[in-house]
């Protein structure tokens, strides 16, 4: 029972994350029919805004301690953050500290401008061209944006802890009736899991209750029309472009901690994202949240030795084997509406 | 000639004459030279070239024509590796039956794919597709290489020990793959003033069959069978209101296709006796496509242009360091040199890839129709000019399909 | 006009060529060199000699590669007499003067192995056919390391391994032109259970997550056996996907288990993650059999503890070199590294450069480049100076035996460089194996005939 509990706690936050990221990409295929291979990308660029303000933060200046050496036998330099200096050691180091969720507010003006630049900048001139022009424009795209963020940041991953307070595992088993140290579960894994439900959250009540929403839901289901009523979809797609780069890159930012970043994590979600889409059904943002939960539930239970042992290696595969039964029993995934990207 | 037109008679031959001339058309620079660095007159290379532009053409053949874009098409590639390896481990280095299996195991195992995977079409197909291609590289990687059932080797990739039976295998043959004898690694090298050119017997065999891969293809570009398949792009839904049953025929390019791919995954192995788990990796099904795009989907010769682009960078600009770099701007005063090495230096060596991702980007953005529509405009350039003074050639037809 | 055949048989069509050569029109002229002339593949023509530096230089590996990269360029240096000379200055061969290889200036070329064994054979392979590479240099995985070495071998050339730790690189996959400075799975587990045995107790209960490829395998099997005859009882082994980033649905059962150290063979990314997620689930403040919960990392690098950051304090694990080595060599290596790049060297790097020079000085006390004579001074060769004391590159496997250093994360490092701390240099006998032992391939494992090609 308590493995049970915990795998499908696992399954929760590994699914927040599958969910977010395929939530921001069914918003760019629902809104504007692209394919958007630089998905990852923006997830990952989300990710090093953490870890840019975590640098920027602790930028420091040095000074020499001559009464130690460094592995030369100079005098060794010791870096002194700057906000040490300026706010005492306490307040300094707890800004630091602070760094990750500091970045959240980073990095949605960032991640919506970053959006916005791609859309206007590159994507806008690619509605009217076939999906594989679509797919080589934003492959190579991805693949610019993390050589950039290699040559600045290099191939090894950055450790971005959570700050002290939210580190460390809590003791549900104990809440629940269960022995002490057996259900335990990290507090920032917890976290993640309600973030990406706030956002889950946020997107739909914004497409459901807002006028602009309204507007935008009616041009993906009818953009010519929408059109002709006089409305300029073309700007409002442009910003829903930028706020399914701002959900990729808040999930990006907040996973941080749960795994050190490096440059090329976004090509590591990118297959499953879109796994996690079609499996969902294309265009379908219900889907995309339901079918990104149910794998990461599926994929925990896949992985304990109870299942690797009945049938091993399923834990290698089972993403792609739930994929392939799911479409192979409904034809447009879970939940996707008919005609969408079936040319 | 052969059934062709005299249009893709041309085309044949001039492919024909290319393959046969790259030991000496890719050296254009005398090895001493700092331009050396940009030969890629060596087997190796050429061999790639040949084989992946294979690999390239039989995946046009399925999505260039069809238009069903497969994302899995390097599971086959892989099997067809495995294969043969498998093929030299159990009867001997010949590499003709290694090859011939290599194709049969491919055509079966797409066979049971496409079966399944074109039973939906558009991105579900892609996904289906990349699905089945996951799973076998995951398995290849680690579950069908544990100590008990050990039929792929992992990681390390599937190669060939000393203790194997090989049972045809005698003394006097080579102890590399061999054609009747004649090793696919030898190499007649000829100098010329400050030229070196290798002459690679591997490397002639693959030209050869690239040559067949590349006849066949146009036929079958042409062929009925070929309009069906493009009738199935343009509108699978009428014609399946006129009572045609279009999947025999998607099937069929299905099959063809991954009987090209596991031709190339034979022919890696016959060139190099190891079949490694990478090659069925999403990232190199992704790379076939990336391949078809660049040149021309759906052209006759895009997809060998294509792969040969992407080889070239991925071996000739990831081996450029700063050595070299200071090497060719060293006629240049110290500051020039040293700052024109810092700007280069990010695009090359280990910073390839990023080259690459550029110049996708720029051809998609400017070339919609590939590397065959800049060949094509250049030409056009030209056709203009000639045309004032009266004459010229006639556009490409063919070339002219759309790029979906 | 020449002819140059990389196989060993390959000879029968040396008739063929040689008609071929007479037909030829007399326009084909240049530098004449046949088989008989050198008598091996890419005999250096000229004043220079060259070599080929293969490693990552994309991909997750690309920062390693990276200083591997650093420490063959500054080896180079050293060879031609540049710089401060290094490890030449405590090397206790003194066969190398600084003047290159048997007086012809050291070249080199670079590629990019991608982690991946195909490209890294591709690009091997241009070196070889392009480049005249006369050995092979460098790597950052076991699965790569055989791969190349297996090619190396068959076109016959010598090949310095880099970074890779598995047992078969040496074992069942050793090879006759193969050479391994680094140390291997089997070591890591002799060096480590002593020590382990004695911070812990010899009733421990292990649980192994080991990553699902040849090299977690066989780190898995050593560390289960050597743990195992100090007392200690396995609970679980469990096999963790390559592609995995988040290990949490394998941790979460560790507590549970009844296990009360947790083993975590991965390399890399995968150990990054996997250490990281394991701290957070806080196992290391966990008491479990009345024992305080411990995890081990068997093969530790510099990278990863820098991409794991605090969460090694505490966490032993083992390494083939540490920048902290007190010795002549170590002192000497770390000084010209340090001085000319402004950071510490990293323990592949170590590898990587004493492969080098080891390779340079094999050919000087040969007085030939050619591999069979390389490959027959290098075995059996007893050196020091080159950083882990004194070394001996035993002549049945082509591995090197030299102690081992079993290394603890640092509970208050001082800077980014002394992460690690040494705990104990595990003296060499106690690594030490017979050629044949079970887990190295047994007695069928054979290195093979020494092939020098053309």
Known sequence: MDAFILQILNGLDKGSAYALIALGLTLIFGTLGVVNFAHGALFMIGAFCAVFLQRILSLSFLTVDETRTDFLGNPMKVETPYVVDWFGPELGNAIIDWSVPLAILFAIPVMVFVGFVMERGLIKHFYKRPHADQILVTFGLAIVLQEIIKYFYGANPIPTPAPRALAGAFDIGTVIGFDANTIIYPYWRMIYFAFSLIIIGGVFGFLRYTTFGMVVRAGMADRETVGMLGIDIDRRFTLMFGIAAAVAGLAGVMYTPINPPNYHMGMDFLVLSFVVVVVGGMGSLPGAVLAGFLLGILESFASTSWATSALPGINQIIIYLVAIIVLLTRPRGLMGRKGVMEE | ?404 | MSKNILTRRGLMRTGAAAGAGLAMPTIFTGQVWSAAHSGYTNAPQGSTVTLGFNVPQTGPYADEGADELLAQQLAVEHLNGEGDGGCLNTFSSKALKGNGILGKKVQYVTGDTQTKSDAARASAKSMIEKDGAIMINGGSSSGVAVAVQGLCQEAGVIFMAGLTHANDTTGKDRKANGFRHFFNAYMSGAALAPVLAKEMGSDRRAYHLTADYNWGWTQEESIVASTEALGWETVNTVKTPLASTDFSSYITPVLNSGADVLVLNHYGGNMVNSLSNAIQFDLLSKQVNGKDFKIVVPLYSELMAAGAGENIKGVLGSMNYNWQLDNEGSKQFVKSFGEKYGKPPSNSAQTCYAQVLLYADACERAGTFNPCGVAEALEGFEFDGLGNGKTLYRAEDHQCFKDVLVVRGAENPTSAYDTLEIVEITPVDQVMYAPDHPMFGGAEAKLGECNPGA
């Open chain 2, 1 to 404: 000639m052969l059934g062709l037109s005299s249009k893709d008679t041309a085309l044949l031959i001039i492919v024909a004459l290319l393959a046969l001339l790259a030991p000496v058309l890719l050296n254009p620079f005398p090895e001493a030279s700092a331009m050396a660095q940009f030969n890629a007159g060596y087997p190796d290379l050429m061999q790639r070239f040949v084989i992946y532009g294979i690999f390239a053409i039989g995946f046009n053949i399925l999505f260039g024509l069809t238009g069903y874009l497969s994302f899995g098409h390097a599971a086959f590639l892989g099997v067809g590796s495995y294969a043969a390896v498998w093929m030299f481990k159990l009867l001997s280095y010949n590499v003709v039956p290694a090859i011939l299996l290599s194709v049969v195991v491919a055509g079966l195992f797409s066979v049971l794919i496409g079966y399944i995977s074109l039973r939906r079409s558009g991105i579900y197909f892609s996904i289906l597709t990349l699905a089945f291609a996951q799973m076998s590289f995951a398995l290849a990687y680690s579950v069908l290489s544990n100590p008990k059932f050990n039929l792929t080797n992992g990681e390390t990739g599937l190669q060939v020990y000393t203790d194997d039976p090989q049972i045809f295998h005698r003394a006097g043959l080579p102890d590399l793959p061999h054609f009747f004898g004649l090793s696919m690694r030898s190499t007649y090298t000829v100098d010329m003033g400050g030229w070196s050119f290798d002459f690679n017997a591997g490397y002639y065999l693959c030209a050869i069959i690239l040559l067949v891969a590349f006849y066949m293809s146009i036929r079958i570009f042409n062929s009925p069978f070929g309009i069906m398949l493009r009738a199935i792009k343009s509108n699978q839904q009428r014609l399946n209101y006129t009572g045609l049953n279009s999947r025999p025929y998607t099937l069929a390019a299905f099959v063809i296709s991954g009987m090209y791919a596991g031709l190339a995954g034979g022919l890696l192995a016959a060139m190099d006796p190891l079949a490694g788990a990478e090659r069925m990796q999403w990232t190199a099904s992704g790379e076939v496509v990336l391949m078809t795009i660049l040149g021309g989907a759906g052209t006759l010769i895009g997809p060998i242009l294509g792969a040969g682009f992407i080889k070239y960078f991925e071996n000739i600009f990831s081996k450029i360091n700063d050595n070299v770099l200071h090497q060719w701007f060293s006629f240049m005063p110290d500051g020039a040199e040293d700052f024109l090495v810092a700007i280069v230096h990010p695009f090359v060596g280990k910073g390839w890839h990023l080259t690459l991702g550029i110049l996708f980007m720029l051809v998609v953005i400017f070339l919609p129709g590939g590397l065959v529509e800049g060949g094509q405009r250049i030409g056009r350039f030209v056709f203009r000019r000639n045309n004032r003074k009266g004459g010229g050639l006639e556009p490409d037809a063919k070339a002219k399909q759309p790029a979906e």
